[in-house]
């Protein structure tokens, strides 16, 4: 049975995107103050502000839209897998098992370090999963890569000859130990009995 261990949204507003707004006041409010000295009739003064308020506005709004968007894509990883789910008009999903994940990378920019980045996935055959800005992407890069080496291990346990009736109370010891009725030390007591 998988568990849920992380859950996390994209990040919605960017220090990038914060910086691209400055820049877009900043640029509408000096072309304000030139275009003020150079037109002396009121009206066609208060054309240009309007034109300059729309110029600001467009930018700030697809900013804003954008990042209302991204508040619809969320990363989980479970025990099993990793999986993205958007639900903006279509819900839908991509999932790579724990079992087919061959890297993890993240990567930061000098505006996103320590709070945002991007969280790269990559799947055998399955292609990658690409996140950005997703917050902290080392802790859930290694969260991730947590998940892929408990798999691994697990599929690269070592292939012991057993009897038909030994195979079965092995397989009897190893679902009792992933229901959590057997501690770690009682399994490798009772399968060191059983297999001799």
Not at 85 to 105: D, G, P, Q, W
Not at 161 to 171: F, G, I, K, R, Y
């Amino acid at each position: 049975m998988s568990t849920l261990i992380l859950e996390t949204k994209l990040e919605t507003v960017t220090r990038g995107q914060i910086v691209v707004i400055a820049l877009f006041l900043a640029i509408a409010a000096s072309m304000t103050i030139w275009v003020s000295g150079e037109i002396v009739n009121p009206d066609e003064l208060s054309q240009v502000i309007l034109l300059l308020s729309i110029y600001f506005f467009v930018p700030f709004a697809a900013v804003l839209f954008i990042s209302w968007i991204k508040t619809f894509t969320t990363l989980q990883v479970h025990s099993d897998r990793v999986e993205v789910i958007n639900r903006f008009l279509v819900r839908n999903s991509r999932r790579i098992e724990a079992s087919k994940i061959e890297s993890v990378n993240f990567s930061q920019s000098l505006l996103g370090r320590s709070r945002y980045g991007t969280l790269t996935v990559r799947g055998s055959g399955l292609g990658a999963i690409v996140l950005t800005p997703i917050r902290k992407p080392e802790e859930v890069a290694e969260v991730v890569r947590g998940i892929a080496d408990k798999s691994s291990s697990k599929t690269s346990a070592p292939v012991v000859q057993v009897a038909s009736s030994d195979t079965q109370s092995l397989s009897e010891l190893i679902a009792m130990k992933e229901k959590g009725h057997l501690t770690e030390e009682e399994f490798t007591a009772a399968k060191k009995k059983l297999l001799g």
